[in-house]
Nanobody, 124 residues
Framework: QVQLVESGGGLVQAGGSLRLSCALSGRTFSSYGMGWFRQAPGKERDIVAAITRSGGSTYYADSVKGRFTISRDNAKNTVYLQMNSLKPEDTAVYSC?????????????????WGQGTQVTVSS
């Protein structure tokens, strides 16, 4: 049974930082690209960042470039999202997902297993 468990969300003031973690079980973590997505109330789910299975290639949405960093530790079956200089517009439920292969993709349709999500709230 494939399971993704996110942690690290919470309430933070604007300008603050959070580090999200996502642990994968039931699948060979090092074989798959990983993505972080977010969904704010009343909005569609958007990709935030993604990383290939080796960690050699990453993608960031324009809205988070220079502030967020995605990384992975294949020995720990975990992907991370370091979020700095947080803004109120970053408030959303953040979810991690495994891609269909070792690459990253912008489309959520190419990710096949999802975590339940963790709430990030940034106050002004």
């Amino acid at each position: 049974q494939v399971q993704l468990v996110e942690s690290g969300g919470g309430l933070v003031q604007a300008g603050g930082s959070l580090r999200l973690s996502c642990a994968l079980s039931g699948r060979t973590f090092s074989s798959y690209g990983m993505g972080w997505f977010r969904q704010a109330p009343g909005k569609e789910r958007d990709i935030v960042a993604a990383i290939t299975r080796s960690g050699g290639s990453t993608y960031y949405a324009d809205s988070v470039k220079g502030r967020f960093t995605i990384s992975r530790d294949n020995a720990k079956n975990t992907v991370y999202l370091q979020m700095n200089s947080l803004k109120p517009e970053d408030t959303a439920v953040y979810s991690c997902a495994t891609s269909k292969d070792g690459s990253w993709y912008k489309s959520s349709k190419l990710y096949d297993y999802w975590g339940q999500g963790t709430q990030v709230t940034v106050s002004s």
